[in-house]
């Protein structure tokens, strides 16, 4: 796996797979910030999407893990946020097309529909792949020009 720094965080839906990931991303020798929640009280969503989206803004080229119940909440939020291509993924060709087609910079995990080894295949294909560029940059860029306009 290469070597980035990641951010991950989570609502109390997406707890326990946090703490399994981010122990997997450190023993693979990957620097992990962990954002919360980091209990089982209830929390919402936006709140941690905000966080994190806030953290992957500010450090251009590093890229971020949200995990809730079904990850559609945080991939919801996480979208709201002009410089975030967050992806709901559920298996590992997905994570990989959402780097290599989208340029995602975020994923989105639902803990309750997939388990920790199907989650471990999205996070390393999301952090092996990389963007390729060519017509898939035209489409991003107008994802940037559809925002601007909606502003
Ligand atoms: C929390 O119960 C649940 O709604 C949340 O984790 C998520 O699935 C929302 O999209």
Not at 23 to 28: H, P, R, T, W
Not at 99 to 122: M, S
């Amino acid at each position: 796996m290469k070597k980035r720094t990641l951010a991950i965080a989570s609502d109390h839906g997406g707890v326990e797979l946090k703490q399994s990931l981010t122990i997997y991303l450190q023993e693979s020798g990957t620097e992990v910030a962990d954002l919360g929640t980091n209990g089982s009280e209830s929390v919402d969503y936006p709140d941690y999407a905000q966080k994190l989206s806030e953290w992957v803004e500010k450090n251009p080229g590093n890229m971020g893990i949200l995990i809730c119940g079904s990850g559609i909440g945080m991939s919801i939020a996480a979208n709201r946020n002009p410089n975030i291509r967050a992806a709901l993924c559920h298996d590992g060709l997905s994570a990989s097309l959402s780097r290599r087609h989208n340029d995602a910079n975020v994923l989105c995990l639902g803990a309750r529909l997939i388990g920790i080894e199907t989650a471990k295949d999205c996070v390393n294909e999301f952090l092996n792949s990389e963007f390729e560029g060519g017509r898939h940059q035209k489409r991003i860029d107008k994802l940037s020009i559809l925002q601007r306009e909606s502003q």
